[in-house]
């Protein structure tokens, strides 16, 4: 028998991949572009083939801070020469260090960390219902979501989520669970009964349509929540963390939730969720009722607050506020001039959405890979509207070369 040579880096050969290789092997859960970013740089970012892109979706409101943003870099560098991941049998100081930060930043006095918006959504409906089950009963267990909403891709949150597309074939769903409209208040009022234990809503719906919430929508949740002993769970997952010009956008309202998720921007990049809360909620929770593996890990706690520190000061914000204004106005140009196309613009701070006119619907995907052909990265929110999220820290020069390149892309369309 022949010896086995030991496996080193010497003899291990790393095969050439391009956009035809995610065929043959990923699960066809994507059907991603045809090219392939391999760099970037604030928001910019070349394919395998040198091509230079404006990256106008941040990875779905993710990389906020650009792309290699360096004080991110310096961050995730340091603590990677000190400890990378601990049990939750340990906790580590970046861990406590963002939970201090988060709950000093808002009106929560409690943080869970998981992996994700999904994970943190999950936790948030876990414990709606511990808390409910403990203080009223096992009867006390409905949730209310929206119709049009998205809260994530397990089951549990799928199944809140109000879009049948994500849930068909997934059958039987959990039950206890109802959808109304999205900013319809005699909905909300005929909906949220006795056995209702929380309701949960974002506050800008993303993969909605990039429609914002009405202030008296909101107050009116509030009230009915209060009423009936219910919990109010804001889901930012994508319009929190500075995206629409505060913090989390719950305090543009003035209207605080019980339970409030956050993830995508929290680690511009990386894999990091969180879950806030007050004291009293949090208590439903008992050691080993909830958990994972990843959560509160010391890599992605050290990202994470470091991310929270740049973000989270006046002069950033009114920056975002400003930008927000600028995009806007650009985009309602665009509306002005390519009125066949477009019927409006939605959205706050910058997370805004292009409404396509009634004779273009369903043409959104055509118009995010006409763009993208001439080097602007754009996304959608489902069929009908253009969804922009550029990095927080985009320029004013950034936004005059998006509105160049949307305006040569929309000059080919009839």
């Given at each position: 028998?022949s010896?086995v040579?030991?496996?080193?880096s010497a003899?291990?050969?790393?095969?050439s991949?391009t956009?035809?290789?995610?065929?043959d092997?990923?699960?066809?859960?994507?059907?991603p572009?045809?090219m392939?970013?391999?760099r970037?740089s604030?928001?910019d970012l070349w394919?395998?083939?040198?091509?230079?892109?404006l990256?106008?979706?941040?990875?779905?409101a993710?990389?906020?801070?650009?792309?290699?943003?360096?004080?991110i870099?310096?961050?995730?560098?340091?603590?990677?020469?000190?400890?990378?991941?601990l049990?939750?049998?340990?906790?580590?100081?970046?861990v406590?260090k963002?939970?201090?930060?988060l709950?000093q930043?808002?009106?929560?006095d409690?943080?869970?960390?998981?992996n994700?918006?999904?994970?943190a959504?999950e936790?948030a409906f876990k414990?709606?219902r511990?808390?409910?089950h403990?203080?009223?009963g096992?009867?006390?267990s409905?949730?209310?979501?929206?119709l049009n909403?998205?809260?994530?891709?397990?089951?549990?949150?799928?199944s809140v989520?109000?879009?049948?597309?994500?849930?068909?074939?997934f059958?039987p769903?959990?039950p206890a669970i109802?959808h109304?409209?999205?900013?319809?208040?005699?909905?909300a009022?005929a909906?949220?009964?006795?056995d209702?234990?929380a309701v949960?809503?974002e506050p800008?719906q993303?993969?909605g349509?990039?429609?914002p919430a009405?202030?008296e929508?909101l107050?009116a949740?509030?009230?009915f929540?209060?009423?009936k002993g219910?919990?109010?769970?804001?889901d930012?997952?994508?319009?929190g963390?500075?995206?629409t010009?505060?913090?989390?956008t719950?305090?543009?309202y003035g209207v605080a939730?019980?339970?409030?998720?956050?993830?995508?921007?929290?680690?511009?990049?990386?894999?990091?969720?969180a879950?806030?809360?007050?004291n009293?909620i949090?208590?439903?929770f008992?050691?080993?009722?909830?958990g994972?593996?990843?959560?509160?890990?010391?890599?992605a706690a050290?990202?994470?607050?470091?991310?929270l520190e740049i973000?989270?000061?006046p002069s950033f914000?009114?920056r975002?506020?400003?930008?927000g204004?600028l995009m806007?106005?650009m985009?309602?140009s665009?509306v002005?001039?390519?009125s066949?196309l477009f019927?409006?613009?939605r959205?706050?701070g910058?997370l805004?959405?292009?409404v396509l006119?009634?004779?273009c619907r369903?043409?959104?995907?055509?118009?995010?890979?006409?763009?993208?052909?001439?080097g602007?990265?754009?996304?959608?929110?489902?069929?009908d509207?253009?969804?922009i999220a550029p990095?927080?820290?985009v320029s004013d020069?950034?936004?005059?070369?998006a509105?160049?390149?949307?305006?040569?892309?929309l000059n080919?369309f009839?």
């Amino acid at each position: 028998m022949s010896a086995v040579s030991p496996i080193t880096s010497a003899n291990i050969t790393t095969p050439s991949v391009t956009r035809a290789t995610f065929d043959d092997v990923m699960v066809p859960t994507y059907a991603p572009s045809t090219m392939v970013p391999v760099r970037g740089s604030g928001l910019d970012l070349w394919d395998q083939n040198g091509k230079h892109y404006l990256d106008f979706t941040s990875g779905i409101a993710v990389t906020s801070l650009g792309h290699a943003h360096p004080a991110i870099v310096e961050a995730l560098c340091a603590q990677a020469n000190n400890v990378w991941h601990l049990s939750n049998g340990y906790t580590n100081e970046p861990v406590l260090k963002l939970a201090q930060a988060l709950t000093q930043a808002t009106f929560a006095d409690r943080a869970f960390f998981c992996n994700s918006g999904a994970e943190a959504n999950e936790a948030a409906f876990k414990l709606a219902r511990k808390y409910a089950h403990g203080k009223f009963g096992s009867q006390k267990s409905r949730i209310i979501s929206c119709l049009n909403s998205f809260h994530g891709r397990t089951l549990f949150t799928v199944s809140v989520g109000g879009q049948e597309k994500y849930t068909e074939g997934f059958e039987p769903l959990p039950p206890a669970i109802s959808h109304i409209a999205f900013n319809d208040i005699e909905a909300a009022r005929a909906a949220i009964k006795d056995d209702v234990c929380a309701v949960v809503v974002e506050p800008i719906q993303g993969e909605g349509g990039v429609t914002p919430a009405t202030l008296e929508y909101l107050q009116a949740l509030r009230a009915f929540c209060d009423e009936k002993g219910a919990l109010l769970i804001f889901d930012e997952v994508q319009c929190g963390m500075g995206r629409t010009g505060t913090l989390y956008t719950y305090m543009q309202y003035g209207v605080a939730p019980d339970i409030l998720t956050s993830a995508k921007a929290l680690g511009n990049g990386y894999p990091i969720g969180a879950m806030l809360t007050t004291n009293e909620i949090a208590q439903a929770f008992s050691v080993g009722s909830h958990g994972t593996t990843y959560g509160g890990n010391p890599l992605a706690a050290s990202v994470a607050l470091k991310v929270l520190e740049i973000i989270n000061t006046p002069s950033f914000l009114t920056r975002v506020q400003q930008a927000g204004i600028l995009m806007k106005n650009m985009l309602q140009s665009i509306v002005d001039d390519y009125s066949h196309l477009f019927s409006g613009v939605r959205g706050t701070g910058l997370l805004l959405g292009l409404v396509l006119a009634e004779g273009c619907r369903g043409r959104a995907k055509d118009v995010r890979n006409a763009a993208e052909a001439k080097g602007l990265m754009l996304l959608i929110a489902g069929p009908d509207v253009i969804r922009i999220a550029p990095a927080l820290i985009v320029s004013d020069e950034q936004i005059a070369t998006a509105e160049r390149l949307l305006r040569d892309t929309l000059n080919t369309f009839n």
